[in-house]
């Protein structure tokens, strides 16, 4: 295996483009906030399913 050694590890690590601190802080509030947006939907199909299953008689 020739290419498994220590300096190519360290060459292509020093490739990685890591990511600023505001962009990884900005990239955690939109997966935050996108995901609390679902929890809201998922909330509210499950609310509306619930009424329209009792209106019918089903629960």
């Known amino acids: 295996m020739k290419w498994f050694n220590l300096s190519a590890i360290y060459k292509e690590i020093s490739?990685?483009?890591?990511?600023?601190?505001?962009?990884?802080?900005?990239?955690?509030?939109?997966?935050?906030?996108?995901?609390?947006?679902f929890v809201l939907f998922f909330a509210l199909c499950l609310a509306v399913i619930s009424a329209l299953l009792r209106a019918l008689g089903v629960l």
């Open 15 to 37: 490739k990685i483009r890591w990511p600023k601190k505001g962009d990884l802080a900005l990239n955690s509030a939109q997966v935050i906030i996108f995901t609390g947006f």
